[in-house]
């Protein structure tokens, strides 16, 4: 992704990309904390883009990482490339929590 769209390479901390590939399957006494497709592909995207592992491109790839999830899982978002930038920019700055942006998946799906 960094050699299609720019950026430094690298990943920054490895116990920070472990803990984000690892969020979605969060549970709390053997009940999973995300248990819809739409909120582990948020938590996929969220721990990303919010944990900052790489050195570059956290954004690009937690909404990558989102819709690959989904895709494996038969789920296409259905939306063009302005608005999911936007969407996770505005995750980024904090004016869309986790939860907002698993109702954004499932709304644009």
């Given at each position: 992704m960094i050699r299609?769209?720019?950026?430094?390479?690298?990943?920054?901390?490895?116990?920070?990309?472990?803990?984000?590939?690892?969020?979605?399957?969060?549970?709390?006494?053997?009940?999973?904390?995300?248990?819809?497709?739409e909120s582990k592909a948020a938590a996929y995207c969220?721990?990303?883009?919010?944990?900052?592992?790489?050195?570059?491109?956290?954004?690009?790839?937690?909404?990558v990482a989102a819709d690959t999830f989904l895709r494996i899982n038969g789920y296409f978002l259905e939306v063009d490339q302005q608005l999911g930038e936007e969407s996770i920019l505005r995750l980024a700055s904090g004016q869309m929590s986790k939860e907002q942006l698993a109702t954004w998946f499932a709304e644009n799906l």
């Amino acid at each position: 992704m960094i050699r299609e769209t720019g950026g430094s390479a690298g990943i920054r901390d490895k116990g920070l990309l472990e803990s984000a590939v690892a969020q979605p399957k969060a549970s709390f006494e053997k009940i999973e904390l995300y248990r819809t497709l739409e909120s582990k592909a948020a938590a996929y995207c969220f721990s990303t883009v919010m944990n900052h592992p790489f050195v570059d491109g956290n954004k690009r790839t937690g909404f990558v990482a989102a819709d690959t999830f989904l895709r494996i899982n038969g789920y296409f978002l259905e939306v063009d490339q302005q608005l999911g930038e936007e969407s996770i920019l505005r995750l980024a700055s904090g004016q869309m929590s986790k939860e907002q942006l698993a109702t954004w998946f499932a709304e644009n799906l």
